[in-house]
C-alpha cells in the first residue's frame, strides 16, 4: 500500500466517557497521531492523509477551535524533530487563508524544512471535499477565460491535475475510527477507487493492533477498479 488516510473521529466520546472536556480527547488524538506516524513508517507506507480539521468545523465553539488549533501549532513544533530524523515531508491540504496566523507560520516552516524528504504527512485542515472541487473549477474556469484552455478538453486529468496536491496518488485505503459509516466530505474526488475500513475505535485508542488490524483487512479485498475479477 502506498497512501493511507484516516478520518480521526471519535475524540469528543473519548473524553465524555471519562468526564472530562472534549478538548482533554483532542489531546489524546494528537499523541494517536504521533503513534500512527510510526506505524506507517514501520510498515513502509509512502502518503499518510489526515483529516485534521474540515472547513464545517468551524461551527465548533471558539475554545474547542482554539486548543485544536494550539494542538497543531505544538505538533508541528514538537515533533520537527521527529519529521527529520525519520525524512517525512510535512504538506498541506485545505484552504490556508482560514488558519490563524501562527498555525499558518508554522506550517509555511515545517513545509519548507522538510520539502526534500519522500515519505509525506499530509494534514487538511478547513479542508472540505467540495471546497477543493470548487477551487478546482475556478483555476480551470480562469484557463479557460485566458484562453489557454477549450472547454471541450477538460477531462478527468484535467480535473485531477487542479486539486490541492495533484502528485500525489489517490489514497489506497480511507480508515475511519468510532463507527460511523460516512466520508464527511473527504477526499471526495480522490476516494472514487479506495477502500473503506471503520473500526468502532475511538481515535485516541487507535493502536498498532488496530492499524494492522485495518491493513488486514484491506489485503483482503480485491480491489477491480470496475473490471472483472481473477
Ligand atoms: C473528530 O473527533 C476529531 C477532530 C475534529 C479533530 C482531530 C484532531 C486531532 C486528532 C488533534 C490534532 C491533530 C494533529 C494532526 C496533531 P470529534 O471531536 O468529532 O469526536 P466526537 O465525534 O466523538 O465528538
New binding site residues.
Given amino acids: 500500500m502506498e497512501h493511507i488516510a484516516f478520518?480521526?473521529?471519535?475524540?469528543?466520546?473519548?473524553?465524555?466517557a471519562r468526564g472530562l472536556p472534549?478538548t482533554e480527547?483532542?489531546?489524546a488524538?494528537?499523541e494517536?497521531?504521533?503513534r500512527v506516524l510510526s506505524y506507517c513508517r514501520d510498515a513502509g507506507i509512502r502518503y499518510l492523509t489526515?483529516?485534521?480539521?474540515?472547513v464545517e468545523?468551524w461551527k465548533?465553539p471558539k475554545e474547542?477551535v482554539e486548543t485544536?488549533m494550539h494542538?497543531?501549532v505544538?505538533?508541528?513544533t514538537s515533533e520537527e524533530k521527529t519529521f527529520h530524523e525519520n525524512q517525512v515531508r510535512i504538506r498541506y491540504m485545505g484552504r490556508k487563508s482560514d488558519l490563524p496566523t501562527e498555525v499558518r507560520e508554522a506550517l509555511d516552516r515545517v513545509e519548507t524544512a522538510t520539502a526534500a524528504y519522500e515519505r509525506q504527512l499530509i494534514?487538511c485542515l478547513s479542508y472540505g471535499g467540495r471546497t477543493e472541487l470548487a477551487h478546482a473549477a475556478q483555476a480551470i474556469a480562469r484557463q479557460v477565460a485566458r484562453g489557454e484552455l477549450d472547454p471541450e478538453a477538460i477531462t478527468e486529468e484535467t480535473i485531477a491535475r487542479n486539486l490541492y496536491l495533484p502528485d500525489v496518488p489517490d489514497p489506497d485505503l480511507i480508515v475511519r475510527t468510532?463507527g460511523?459509516m460516512r466520508l464527511s466530505n473527504f477526499l471526495l474526488w480522490q476516494a472514487s477507487y479506495a477502500e473503506l475500513y471503520v473500526t468502532p475505535v475511538?481515535?485516541?485508542d487507535f493502536g498498532e493492533a488496530d492499524f494492522q488490524a485495518a491493513l488486514d483487512a484491506f489485503a483482503s479485498r480485491e480491489r477491480r477498479y470496475g473490471a472483472l475479477g481473477k
Avoid: C, Q
Fill in positions: 478520518i480521526m473521529d471519535g475524540n469528543g466520546r473519548w473524553a465524555k472534549r480527547g483532542h489531546r488524538g494528537a494517536t497521531v504521533r489526515l483529516y485534521a480539521f474540515s468545523n465548533r474547542e485544536l494542538l497543531l505544538a505538533y508541528l494534514l468510532s460511523e475511538l481515535w485516541p
